[in-house]
């Protein structure tokens, strides 16, 4: 790895191997948190632990992916490296090798199934749009739907493997037990993964997260997993960091402002280690060039002659827009330069460029959503971006603002970043 761990790094690099049983490094956004965890595993594995007494558990498969990656370029490996789910299938399959169970990889397929059956007179509408059309009864009822058809077919969804492994007879899972677990983004864990994980019995345990970006509550994940992390795994210590080294100072300035009024916020704040002067944060509200934009990604009304590309990562609350704009791109063939992804997908990661599309009404924050999640949620985007953060703002057709304008616009005032609009006094 290129850059050299700071001193505050050090200190939980080592320290977790030198110094504690168990570890909980909790710090916010790009303080280097997953780099902290990597080096720590490079360390042990230098002072001649096994690799493959090391299991490294991440949040998703990309992130697994780019892990094995930075693994292999210091020419090491780990017993295990990828997400907690695959973790419990590998277990499933390899310890219980009599038992069939079918494997559900991924849910939504079943319920757009169970959509067709039910709705087989609507054959002709996708069925993501009728799922979208469903109120939160309906959709409820097809989660008990959903629930029958595993039972009936004896199928495991990834969440169903964790609790079935935390529920396994212990005789069942020595080669799994006793191990050297590292785990990123332990905000987002589940109590069902916490009791998968406490049934490993570790015999050390190095978790990473931040509270900041918990934003998986609407999954199941639960956020006092990680305030209880002492108590769960006694005989551990807890260590922060406090310096990002990912985005330009007034993104750092931008989130710290923009988190201070959640109530879900820690008392961490992020100091900026990179410190250019110019303004990285754009915010479009209500300008032509906007106007034109949002019919240009969402195709509402007359499209008329689209920019040509946009050269940054656009990232959207809800998977509806992800597929409304990958349509354009389509269409209107623009230059595959960039990509378009939720929130969600981007967890973890970092980019140059960073447009966050659709804060408003109807999409950010959403409205079903935690409020404090969607606070969080927030947080997460706008800490994804290294050098430019742009954000595209509008109101619903009532003239109704997203919740977010607020805080966005004061900020805009106090010259923390620079507001295109067409309205005086906006
Ligand atoms: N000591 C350091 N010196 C220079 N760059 C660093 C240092 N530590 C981390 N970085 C860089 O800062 C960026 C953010 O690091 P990383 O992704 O590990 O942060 P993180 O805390 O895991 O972020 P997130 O909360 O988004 O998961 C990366 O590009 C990483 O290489
Ligand atoms: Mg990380």
Redesign the pocket.
């Known amino acids: 790895?290129s850059?050299?761990?700071?001193p505050e790094?050090i200190a939980a690099i080592k320290g977790f191997w030198d110094k504690n049983t168990h570890l909980l490094l909790s710090?916010?956004?790009?303080?280097?948190?997953?780099?902290?965890?990597?080096q720590s595993v490079s360390y042990g594995i230098r002072k001649g632990y096994a690799e493959s007494d090391i299991f490294l558990i991440t949040f998703t498969r990309k992130a697994a992916a780019e892990m094995r990656e930075r693994l292999k370029k210091n020419g090491i490996s780990t017993g295990f490296a990828g997400t907690i789910h695959s973790l419990a299938y590998k277990i499933i399959r390899e310890s219980n090798p009599g038992k069939k169970y079918q494997i559900i990889t991924n849910p939504e397929t079943i319920f757009k199934q169970l959509i067709m059956e039910k709705f087989s007179r609507f054959s002709h509408i996708p069925p993501e749009y009728i799922l979208r059309a469903l109120d939160d009864v309906n959709a409820h009822s097809f989660l008990q739907e959903y629930q029958f058809h595993k039972e009936k077919n004896n199928a495991l969804d990834f969440e169903d493997m964790v609790s079935l492994v935390a529920q396994m007879d212990s005789s069942l899972l020595k080669d799994y037990q006793n191990k050297i677990i590292f785990i990123?983004?332990y905000q987002d864990t589940s109590p069902d993964q916490v009791a998968m994980l406490k049934k490993l019995n570790p015999r050390k345990l190095f978790a990473?997260g931040?509270a900041k970006?918990s934003i998986y509550q609407f999954r199941g994940a639960n956020l006092e997993n990680f305030f209880r992390f002492n108590q769960e795994f006694p005989n551990s210590g807890r260590l922060k960091?406090t310096?990002?080294?990912?985005s330009q100072k007034r993104i750092v300035s931008f989130a710290n402002a923009f988190i201070k009024r959640s109530s879900s916020a820690d008392k961490i704040r992020l100091v900026a280690?990179k410190k250019k002067l110019e303004k990285p944060v754009i915010f479009h509200s209500n300008t032509s060039a906007l106007q034109e934009n949002i019919r240009m990604m969402l195709g509402n009304g007359t499209t008329r002659t689209a920019s040509s590309t946009l050269p940054a990562t656009i990232l959207v609350r809800t998977n509806y827009l992800v597929k409304s704009i990958e349509t354009r791109i389509r269409e209107k063939k623009l230059e595959n330069r960039f990509s378009v992804m939720t929130i969600h997908k981007a967890?973890?990661?970092?980019f140059d460029h960073v447009i966050l599309f659709g804060v408003s009404p109807q999409f950010f924050p959403h409205p079903n959503g935690y409020p404090e999640e969607e606070d969080r949620i927030f947080y997460?985007a706008v800490?994804?971006a290294?050098e430019h953060l742009e954000m595209y703002a509008w109101p619903d057709e009532n003239g109704k603002e997203s919740r977010f304008l607020p805080v966005i616009t004061r900020f805009a005032r106090n010259q923390y970043l620079s507001h295109t609009t067409d309205k005086k006094g906006k």
């Open positions: 790895m850059s050299d761990a700071t790094q710090a916010g956004a790009g303080s280097g948190k997953t780099f902290t965890l990597i990123d983004e990473v931040d970006q960091l310096a990002n080294f990912r280690t967890k973890g990661l970092e997460v800490t994804r290294k």
